[in-house]
């Protein structure tokens, strides 16, 4: 039997890489974001190619009522969610007290509060039938301070911290929650948060290969699954519950400047 996808975010990078895992998989998909045209060209590219059945929702999360009309307009058309894949979200960089503060509202609202409220919707539907996995993609920025992107760190922080929580509350279940935290990677996040010039994005990895690695994870049922870390940046993980705080802030701060 098909298992279906929800996948928030998929117009474009490890979003829309999650969407072509799955499809590859042989899975139905229902796929969600701001732009119906990029939703639309990911449609016919996966139901050519592998002959699954993709619904499209064009919604902008970031509104308040969104997470709510997708869920409902799923429910109507009989469809029963598999995996629940959180992926849509946004970053920037700059002062916290310089920055627009509608753009950081907004970025709470996506990253935090959309996600929550999908994960709120769906799981009862998952705890109702013992089955289901969802996937929240977090960040490695969630395992410390970010200076210069303090409103996204603290977002991808929450991210982290609730899945585990609720994975943990439904330890005694067949349901599995995921985080992903990937590191750098090559998508719009870069450029769109103004990263794609600091010493943070010299060296990235591919969508793909983030989001096969939070797939499996997801599929394996995972708590966390770190992915896409150099060599040095792994070393730099491994080292940060010895490294002075003060310290710490500086380093990640010099990382961020343009």
């Not at 509608?102 to 990253?111: A, E, F, K, R, W």
């Not at 349901?175 to 943070?200: C, H, V, Y």
Request: charged share 20%.
């Amino acid at each position: 039997m098909k298992k279906v996808a929800l996948i928030t975010g998929a117009s474009s990078g490890i979003g829309r890489e999650f969407a072509r895992i799955h499809a590859e998989n042989g899975g139905d998909l229902v796929i969600t974001a701001r732009r119906a045209d990029k939703l639309k060209e990911l449609k016919n590219e996966l139901e050519q190619k592998h002959g699954v059945n993709v619904m499209v929702i064009a919604k902008d999360l970031s509104q308040s009522n969104a997470p709510k009309e997708i869920y409902d307009e799923v429910k109507n058309t009989g469809i029963e969610v598999d995996y629940l894949i959180n992926n849509a979200g946004f970053g920037g960089r700059g002062k916290f007290h310089e920055r627009d503060w509608n753009l950081d509202l907004t970025m709470i609202h996506l990253n935090v509060t959309a996600l929550t409220a999908l994960t709120r919707l769906f799981l009862p539907d998952f705890v109702q039938r013992n089955s289901g996995k969802i996937l929240n993609v977090s960040s490695t920025a969630s395992l410390l301070p970010g200076p210069l992107q303090a409103v996204y760190y603290a977002t991808k922080a929450y991210v982290t911290s609730f899945s585990n929580a609720i994975a943990e509350e439904l330890h005694d279940t067949n349901i599995t929650i995921t985080a992903l935290l990937p590191g750098a990677t090559e998508t719009e996040f870069a450029s769109t948060s103004g990263m794609d010039k600091t010493e943070l994005f010299k060296n990235t990895f591919s969508a793909r290969e983030v989001a096969q690695d939070g797939y499996e994870g997801m599929l394996s049922g995972k708590l966390n699954v770190i992915a896409g870390l150099t060599f040095g940046q792994k070393m730099m993980m491994a080292t940060l519950p010895f490294t002075p705080k003060k310290m710490l802030l500086s380093q990640i701060r010099k990382m961020q400047e343009v």
